[in-house]
């Protein structure tokens, strides 16, 4: 679900460090053998202890120093500062420009975007060569890649004409970490839903779900899960009167909006927090907690309680972490899995410098599926400078370098 309560992340520069580090052990942090020390020392003037606490005591003077000149006192993940222009490649990613599936049959699956969910049509094209290989990490392919669009965002479907990868598992659970959806805004969940159902679409929730409205962060808001003819998630969702972007309340006669966000299940929230804010540069939006019946239906996971995460760039839809609190069985993703496998999603997001951001990936390990920054030969695909990375639970990620056209338009 689409967290809604911003957040502000504070930074500390305290001007007592000893005494707030004493305060910090007394709370039970992980310095606590610190503390320790200073109550034997002060226990045991003159004697071996004495020596540790003057030790001591110069690394707090050092610490002090560097806190003097600038640096900061960072207390836990969620109090590091934003990503400012003072580091490389600040705010790295300008545009999450649009989010990917792979299909099996491209003309069914149309039939359901465009008819049912009425997504329009922007580009239908083919694509092969040792470029796309390359990109995509498989060889001796051929992809026919739709572009389409509902409201201001863009979804791509792809079919591997050749070679064919593997169906979904049918097991799929809404907790496991390959998980990952479109939230698409409706104006009125009754209708949505009805519509639903005459076209017989495959249900993953068992119905439509109004979260309490004890949760400020999400109460009041409808949402639905279901299937597309492949099995992948997607959601529908209707925010109540101010909740969500004021675009999805403004008066319309269609149906469906458009995309809020894409939502991905993670094992560890603050983990994906350093690839995502650190690395790529997005911004924290907002942060809930749900649980409770509701939640666990919506999802269809007993016992669901899910730490919320969302994150914007400065244009196109969100990202949204779903960390499972409970249960803890969500499967990983498999290690084999690969771009023509139907669990594969692919987020694109717009940089300035394909080669740069392909640098400061490697140098954090991350894992690539191309082999390096590749240059294909024309901007078929919207781009002519890409990569794929994994992220830490191995969602995919396309890096794509914006063109002369698109930077003159940023500027």
């Known amino acids: 679900m689409q967290p809604l309560r911003a957040t502000s992340k504070t930074d500390y520069c305290h001007p007592d460090p000893f005494g707030f580090a004493q305060d910090k052990l007394r709370e039970g942090s992980h310095f606590a053998h ?28 050092c610490f002090y120093l560097c806190l003097s000149t600038g640096l900061w006192l960072r207390v836990g993940y969620a109090q590091q500062p934003p990503i400012s222009d003072s580091r490389p490649l ?49 060889f001796g392919l051929r992809m026919r890649i739709v572009r389409l669009r509902l409201g201001g965002e863009f979804l791509e479907l792809t079919e591997y004409l050749t070679p064919k990868g593997r169906l979904l598992p049918v097991d799929s659970r809404s907790n496991d970490h390959w998980f990952q959806h479109i939230a698409i805004i409706v104006s009125d969940m009754d209708r949505a839903y009805a519509w639903l159902r005459k076209h017989k679409i495959q249900h993953a929730s068992p119905g439509p779900q109004r979260l309490p409205d004890w949760n400020p962060n999400a109460g009041g808001i409808q949402a639905f899960y279901f299937k597309d003819p492949d099995g992948h998630s997607l959601e529908i969702l209707q925010f109540p009167p101010g909740k969500g972007d004021p675009k999805w309340h403004q008066a319309s006669d269609k ?59 400065v244009a196109g839809p969100g990202i949204e972490f779903l960390e499972y609190l409970t249960p803890r069985d969500g499967r990983p993703l498999p290690t084999d899995a690969r771009a023509n496998d139907l669990l594969h999603w692919q987020t694109r997001l717009m940089i300035d410098d394909a080669t740069a951001a392909a640098q400061r990936a490697r140098a954090g390990t991350f894992i690539f599926i191309s082999p390096g920054t590749i240059t294909l030969p024309d901007a078929t695909l919207g781009f ?9 639970d191995g969602h995919v990620l396309q890096l794509a370098e914006k063109d002369e056209l698109q930077k003159g338009t940023a500027r």
């Open 255 to 313: 149906l469906f909006l458009g995309i809020d966000h894409t939502a991905i299940v993670v094992s560890d929230t603050n983990a994906s927090l350093k690839f995502y804010c650190d690395l790529l540069g997005l911004q924290i939006a907002g942060e809930s907690e749900n649980y409770g019946t509701e939640q666990e239906h919506l999802n269809n996971v007993f016992g669901a309680r899910l730490r919320i995460t969302s994150l914007r760039a």
């Open 384 to 392: 002519k400078k890409g990569f794929l990375l994994r992220d830490p």
């Open 90 to 138: 600040a705010a790295l990613v300008e545009k999450v420009e649009a989010v990917g599936m792979t299909v099996a049959d491209m003309d069914r699956s149309l039939e359901f975007y465009t008819k049912v969910l009425n997504f329009e049509p922007v580009s239908d094209v083919e694509v092969w060569g040792t470029e796309y290989e390359q990109l995509q990490g498989i």
């Open 34 to 61: 610190i503390h320790e020390i200073l109550r034997c020392a002060q226990n045991d003037k003159g004697g071996t202890s004495a020596v540790l606490l003057g030790a001591l005591s110069t690394f707090l003077l």
